[in-house]
């Protein structure tokens, strides 16, 4: 739940690099071949492909062997795209069922994950049996699971036998002091385990684990939540360790933690990371590692594209209802992924040649690069109302193109009450969740939030509807540096104030 | 000699199949023990399965009916503390 994604370049570097550049896609230039190839169009790894492709979870794994302090087993971890257990709990089959119905009617669904609600691998029947059918009656999703790492070294040899597309470990410290904090205890061999004990053998296995899979070729991505205070100075390290052991992407999520989801952290106050705080840390760990940025933490039962939900429509009442002919439906779904993929082709081919004659035209100037939020529903166009956005997607324009940083969420301010539950009205946050950003992009905007949004500093612009998310970017780049807009360098001495 | 759950139990299904003696059942509104295979993991375990994992303070009782997770043992938040935090929050 991504190629202008993937973040390795510095702000400011320009050109080309092995026939890749200009949007953060090409990062991927410099990932070995064969795994290019499984990222490429992938939608939790391609930010480009995340406009066109899907995933979807199912909830097969109830149980859990560890308690994380942002955790609250009643509820959906809202960290860890994991369901709660009050959400619908499927035996195998019939997830099998809801997968092949979901991937008949929406055949941009072409990743499965297993993420919970307890740890796929602390279920490790259930969670195998529906790859085993999967792979049998639908060879042409890919398959992934997320896990705390805890058993993983048990299994890696029955992950390696069903063609997992990828392994996430969700890694949050490298350093049982530093877990001790976040992890109160493990189950361990018939014991519960508490404290830096526990924490010790809980990054023993991951570590393990981690290398076990790098050692059988199966991709590994890693998954960080980012806790101030407790891991936040922490993270580099981690960032730096995990690539050295082979984990081909690092994505660092913000700890989204609410009194009323009773979690350690909701409970005593342990607050999130700012959007600007996320960010920082991003840029600091990716000079060492693949940054995925535009993960959206999509809920693990979600169905269906960017952060909808159509779940409604595939109840296991409606699935048993429906009259599902996979093969053919495969044979459609096969038609519709390479008329994407020709698609996507063309874009990237287009952006290339773009970004050349960009660069050709204008003589370096020392322009300062902008921040620029966007309202989009998908397919890679501006193409959202303001008041509607649930989320905007961050850019980041300089001199050297456009460049994708992250999704940052809100509250659409045109739906239900005027607050946010904490006296803060949707405007409010949307502003707040705008911060550091001097642009806003939508298909729409109405006139209540222009004067707010302006005297934040940020501009409103509905001139771009339906246009290409990056090169309206960067006509709008274009007009401020004509407009003699990029000299001043405001964003710097708003740091120093 | 058995563990009770009791309706603070939130059906992780964590503890089902660890029990040696299959004494644990899903059944709403909460999982259940049945007393008469439940023999308090003797003989098989050092540590009562279901009580070593259970995530949920209080959810599992003994024979007379106190709770073997008592509250603070797992969160770490301990009870006066947790209602100093709660008054704290609504009086924010
Ligand atoms: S105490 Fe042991 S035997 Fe009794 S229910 Fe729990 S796991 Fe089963
Ligand atoms: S582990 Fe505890 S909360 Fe989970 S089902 Fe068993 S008794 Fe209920």
Known sequence: MELPVLNNVAPDASGCQSGSCGSTDDQMGHLPEHIREKVFNHPCYSEEAHHYFARMHVAVAPACNIQCHYCNRKYDCANESRPGVVSELHHPVQAVKKVLAVAATIPQMTVLGIAGPGDPLANPERTFETFRMLAEQAPDIKLCVSTNGLSLPDHIDELAKHNIDHVTITINCVDPDVGALIYPWIFWKNKRIKGREAAAILIEQQQKGLEMLVARGILVKVNSVLIPGVNDRHLAEVSRIVKAKGAFLHNVMPLISEAEHGTFYGMTGQRGPTAEELQALQDECSGDMNMMRHCRQCRADAVGMLGEDRGDEFTMEKIEAMDINYPEAMKMRAEIHAAINEELDAKRAAKHAKVHSIEEIRPKPATRPVLMAVATRGSGVINEHFGHAREFLIYEASASGVRFIGHRKTVAYCEGGDTCGDGMSALDKSIEVLSGCEVVLCSKIGFEPWGPLEKAGITPNGEHAMEPIEDAILAVYEEMLSNGKLDARPAEQQKVA | ?92
């Open chain 2, 1 to 92: 000699m058995a563990f009770e759950i009791i309706e603070s139990c939130v059906n992780c299904w964590a503890c089902e199949p660890l029990c040696p003696n299959q004494a644990i059942y899903e059944a709403r509104p909460h999982f259940m023990i049945d007393a008469d295979k439940c023999n308090e993991c003797a003989g098989d375990f050092e540590e009562s399965q279901c009580v070593s994992i259970c995530p949920i303070e209080g959810a599992i009782l003994n024979e007379s009916g106190e709770p073997l997770n008592p509250p603070g043992s797992l969160t770490g938040i301990v009870p006066e503390k947790f209602a100093k935090l709660v008054a704290r929050q609504q009086a924010a």
